[in-house]
């Protein structure tokens, strides 16, 4: 197994153990399973020490005996495991914005439905993987290689090209890139750009004084359409896209632009009630394989709950 796909590996199993915490947090036989793979070696240590930063926890508590046998004192719940915050109002509804379904169709060249992830060889050798109920239009020409990120998700790797950018447009963002793999998302009305290896520029207006950024590997980018607001940061290469293995991992993220790309795997219309917990802020490694516990698994630590009240309506609203 080589050094790259053993690194993923331990994170995801770091992942699954905290996403079971996060579920049984008072249970100290839970904690106990935690301590016990993290002692296994160095690299396990190192792999809960990268997923217990994403979820804002000190990474002390598995590994302190003492302070593990004080959980109920202390109050270990899942808001060890979620950083909370207000970033302005957010949107009631989940989503990208809403685009008709038949100008959509119109205007895009690939669609996906729920939980329908795509392969698509691109005319240059270029290739796109499209994540599910996404959109995306494709037009090439002799000089330049435009893509439109129409809905949802998408991970480009591109040819190297230098007579002709690469460039992806979603709503009011652009990301140009030469010989790159980068993921671009439109979530409820906040576009992100993530670097795997390359460099990419993004531009849009209120991003800067020149109103461009240029993002390396591992860095990422999100940009908040309504209020211009930008946010940056970086995480490990592997973790970039991290959605095309079943897996979504989240920093400093809006709870409306997180719900929003987890109900991509969930059937039907989900709903935030409550405008203010949209616009919350977590961080987080959140399972794709049941989206229904990954959506709870957000927005527990902010006092709501998830209500499927119809075979294709789902809302979040407080207890």
Request: hydrophobic fraction near 45%.
């Given at each position: 197994?080589?050094?790259?796909?053993?690194?993923?590996?331990?994170?995801?199993?770091?992942?699954?153990?905290?996403?079971?915490?996060?579920?049984?947090?008072?249970?100290?036989?839970?904690?106990?399973?935690?301590?016990?793979?993290?002692?296994?070696?160095?690299?396990?240590?190192?792999?809960?020490?990268?997923?217990?930063?994403?979820?804002?926890?000190?990474?002390?508590?598995?590994?302190?005996?003492?302070?593990?046998?004080?959980?109920?004192?202390?109050?270990?719940?899942?808001?060890?495991?979620?950083?909370?915050?207000?970033?302005?109002?957010?949107?009631?509804?989940?989503?990208?914005?809403?685009?008709?379904?038949?100008?959509?169709e119109a205007r895009a060249d690939h669609?996906?439905?729920?939980?329908?992830?795509?392969?698509?060889?691109?005319?240059?050798?270029?290739?796109?993987?499209?994540?599910?109920?996404?959109?995306?239009?494709?037009?090439?020409?002799?000089?330049?290689?435009?893509?439109?990120?129409?809905?949802?998700?998408?991970?480009?790797?591109?040819?190297?090209?230098?007579?002709?950018?690469?460039?992806?447009?979603?709503?009011?963002?652009?990301?140009?890139?030469?010989?790159?793999?980068?993921?671009?998302?439109?979530?409820?009305?906040?576009?992100?750009?993530?670097?795997?290896?390359?460099?990419?520029?993004?531009?849009?207006?209120?991003?800067?004084?020149?109103?461009?950024?240029?993002?390396?590997?591992?860095?990422?980018?999100?940009?908040?359409?309504?209020?211009?607001?930008?946010?940056?940061?970086?995480?490990?290469?592997?973790?970039?896209?991290?959605?095309?293995?079943?897996?979504?991992?989240?920093?400093?993220?809006?709870?409306?632009?997180?719900?929003?790309?987890?109900?991509?795997?969930?059937p039907g219309s989900v709903v935030i009630?409550?405008?203010?917990?949209?616009?919350?802020?977590?961080?987080?490694?959140?399972?794709?394989?049941?989206?229904?516990?990954?959506?709870?698994?957000?927005?527990?630590?902010?006092?709501?709950?998830?209500?499927?009240?119809?075979?294709?309506?789902?809302?979040?609203?407080?207890?």
């Open positions: 197994m080589s050094e790259v796909s053993e690194e993923r590996r331990l994170f995801r199993e770091a992942a699954d153990l905290a996403i079971r915490l996060q579920n049984d947090s008072g249970n100290p036989v839970s904690i106990e399973v935690v301590r016990a793979w993290i002692s296994r070696s160095p690299e396990h240590e190192l792999a809960w020490a990268k997923v217990s930063a994403i979820h804002g926890m000190t990474g002390k508590i598995l590994t302190d005996r003492q302070r593990a046998a004080q959980t109920t004192s202390l109050g270990l719940t899942r808001r060890n495991f979620a950083i909370g915050g207000a970033i302005g109002l957010g949107a009631a509804a989940t989503g990208s914005w809403i685009i008709p379904k038949v100008l959509l669609m996906t439905s729920t939980a329908e992830l795509k392969r698509i060889p691109l005319p240059d050798g270029s290739m796109a993987t499209l994540g599910p109920n996404s959109a995306l239009g494709i037009g090439f020409t002799d000089d330049r290689r435009s893509i439109d990120l129409l809905l949802g998700m998408a991970y480009f790797e591109v040819a190297e090209d230098p007579a002709r950018p690469f460039v992806v447009r979603s709503d009011g963002l652009s990301a140009t890139a030469l010989g790159t793999a980068f993921d671009v998302s439109n979530d409820a009305g906040v576009v992100s750009v993530s670097v795997d290896h390359g460099l990419v520029e993004a531009q849009a207006s209120g991003l800067s004084s020149n109103g461009v950024e240029r993002l390396g590997a591992g860095e990422w980018l999100a940009f908040d359409l309504s209020s211009h607001s930008l946010n940056r940061g970086s995480r490990e290469t592997f973790q970039i896209a991290a959605w095309r293995t079943g897996m979504i991992v989240a920093e400093k993220e809006s709870v409306s632009a997180l719900v929003a790309k987890i109900s991509r795997w969930q009630a409550d405008p203010y917990l949209g616009s919350r802020v977590v961080s987080g490694v959140f399972d794709l394989s049941d989206p229904l516990r990954a959506i709870d698994a957000v927005v527990r630590p902010f006092g709501a709950k998830v209500r499927k009240i119809a075979p294709f309506m789902t809302v979040i609203s407080p207890v």
